[in-house]
């Protein structure tokens, strides 16, 4: 049972890092749209468009001027 | 006297759709040289580019999405000029690099077929290198190369396809709020994360880890570092609810929450620290993410709503040309437009002020403030006001008041102030919380009390057990998750409802009103009689093409389309009157009774009398002389929609009370009443939009709820001011801005459906309170035993929520769709722009 003393701070680890995986897809907008991929996805005749420049995240939004 | 022959406009072959958008194709239009049919010539050309440029799989995409309601190709023609401004391009272009990446609302935007089509646009345009769309909320992003091609050009691109482009305006407001879903995500996938892992543990020390006194000790330790910073940070949603609460002296659903996460996690702390006693960390996470993970399906819910609202602030005109002193033209944000100066408003544009017509006549389309369906002549010195539709030609405007000033912002500002007067709505769910925490403090002193006697720690062990598996786990779930799923199926279905508490205060609703224009009726005039031979119609549309009154449309539209060019010259539109000219050599003017009494001195006995018939029955006369002799009577009327009459006898099954408040004519009014079944004393016509207002602010007042469906901004006051405002498909965008609920079907049909699905889904969520409320009756009476252990309680507390979860999932608010539920289809294929739908 020793081992559980190595194996837990470990999986806690494991916890950390795709908790802040998730919190950077989540920032980024991977979840805002959640209709049109599914849709996009059967559009298999040719190549995808080439993805736009990311809209800029929350965190460094720049105010336009308006 | 010859019997008025019908002409129906709307006749169509029921074995003919059109090739292009699937809708049924207008009886009298031939098919092209292929032999295939369109409804209109817009389908027509679309369907020829798109076959030309081999993107003919966007028709096979299509059938894929046959539910999906069909919309013709209607190209606003608009130049769109005005995305080539530089103040324009600097407000809404984001460069990159040396290109430029703009954020445009599509209209329009349906089917599977449209992404895909509008996705391939860099294969039709060039210049234009990526598209992305979002289907959800119609929004493009375009990324194209100022160098190559104009913003103006690929914005008149889409329109072609009839997907009419509109600068993307909310951008500020959906950064705010996306930033807000961003963070309850994340707490959500915090408490997620906690509550998985500490789970894990939590089984390792019930199937006997514990019995090693060192890893109990760790897997305690461990569970309190995890739980503590997830539950304190992922839970502040619910501690701030409770602390408003508390100040506000109610004891909403946060209270007995925050009271069984806060005293759970602080017991289970101290007794980790102190190495004995009962922790509850695994069930407190996964109160914590049960419960996160309801209020998120909620506001996931809501969404759908609160995109398409914004979308609509893409609509209202935000710019305006001010006309200088030496003539030169400028084109400034409304904001700037002072009082005195003079705008220039162009065919087919909105007024963006109040004001006198200096220069100019053309007709303006009121019915965003008035309803009134006919646009209405306009000539120098007419006044105008903001949020009119100018249709037929340019004019030139001095502005008398702006922004919060002009009859619109008055309006608004009544529909706010309506907004603020009407009463917070008590959830049931609310009312439910408070007697439940009165009743689990109690049950925790009663526990207590009968403890007492076995020392301090076995007090504090039953009352900690206590507020924990009285937690209302179930409770919190149990309204969210049956609204969320209510609301998810409405929006299936075309009906977006904009607030939680709408689906409660729609169940209550006992009177409904009804505005008639728009709503009961089409909202656009048509032709319903024509006593002539068809060869006379042909004749007379040929001439009227050269007229862009709504009758000369309705006209053209309705007329059989003859292959033969006829010969029309000497033509003379008289703006107000109707139109002359020679059509064959016979000399024809086509107008008004009185334009037609000032060409002729005077109109017989026998005419006169049928006019009197039809301006009585509340509709619109129109002559037809040739060669100097009276020769036809055309009858224009706004024809009720199809499934009208059968909506009001399915509200009336559903015991409201029903009434129609209109700006129309009392005749016009009464005729439609009539034809729905309503009495004629429930129909109020002539009513201003602030006798709307009073009207359903008297009836609040006589303690009945209001439900009001409109169209109009005309109706905005008073559909903010009713208990639930709903507003149809083709609506003004300021009636969708104020209203709770927006339909975007058209027809009255998806009304009845909302309140009777909204009547099941409070059914349910009655069935979920009482589900847990007996499930909680059982644990507490345990608790008081002493029975319950952290085992237990953490058995017992997920098999409620599963309860409530299932009883949410497998209850169906709202029929499933059927094939008879298709929407009706537009009786004319050239509609306009805010007629097309605003949400797909």
Redesign the interface.
Known sequence: ?IV??LL?PL??VV?VT??IL??WA??D?Q??????PQ??V??D?DHV?????K?PS?TR?E???? | MAAPRSSQPNDQRPDRVCEHCGLPVPGNRAPNAEGLYFCCGGCEAVYGVIRTAGLD?YYD?RL?DQNRPALPAAPSGSSFAQFDDPTFQ??HV?P?GDLG?IDLYVEGVHC?AC??LI?KL?QLVPGV?????????SVA?V?FDPDQIRLSEIAARLDAFGYTPHPFRA??RR?LR??E??RL??RL??AG?AA??VML?AVALYAG?GE?PG?AH??RW?SML?TVPAVLWAGIPFFRGAWAGLRARTLHMDVPVSLALIGATASSSVHTLLGRGDVYFDSVAMLTFLLLLARWLQVRALRAASDASELLLSLTPSRARIVEADGSVREVAVDGVLTGQVVEVRAGESIPVDGVVVQGQSRIDNALLTGEPLPVEIAIGSEVNAGAQNVSARVRVRVTATGENTRVGRLLQAVSEAQRRRAPIVRLADRVASYFVLGVLLLAGISAALWWGHGPEIVTARVVAMLVVTCPCALGLATPLALAHALGLAARRGIFVKGADTVEALAHVTNVVLDKTGTLTHGRVTLTAFDGSDELLTRVAVLETHSSHPFALALVSAAPRDARRLDVDEVVDTVGGGVQGRVEGDRMIVGSPTFIAQQVGEIGSEWRSRIQAVAARGASPVLVMVGGRIAALAVFEDPLRADSAAAVAALRRLRLDLEISSGDHPTAVEQVARAVGIAASAAHGAVSPEGKLGHIERLTEQGRDVAMIGDGANDAAALAAARVGIAVRGGAELSLATADVFLTHPGLMPAVELIRGCRAALGVVRRNLGLSLVYNLITASLALAGWIGPLLAAVLMPISSLVVVLSSILSRPFPRARAGSQPEPAAHPGQSASEREVVA
Do not use: C
């Not at chain 2, 290198?129 to 909320?137: E, K, N, P, T, Y």
């Open positions: 049972m559980i003393y837990l999986a806690l916890t795709f908790l998730f919190v989540t920032r907008g979840f805002d749209d959640v209709r049109t849709i996009r059967m559009f005749d468009p080439p993805a736009t420049p809209e929350p939004v105010r336009k001027p308006s | 799989r995409l894929d600097a407000a984001k990159q990446l599977t992404v895909w996705e860099p290198v990526s598209v992305r769309l979002d289907f959800g909320r992003q990324l951008a500020d950064t996306r930033r879903e961003h995500l994340i996938g915090v994360a998985g892992n543990i880890a090693d890893v760790l897997f461990v995890v």
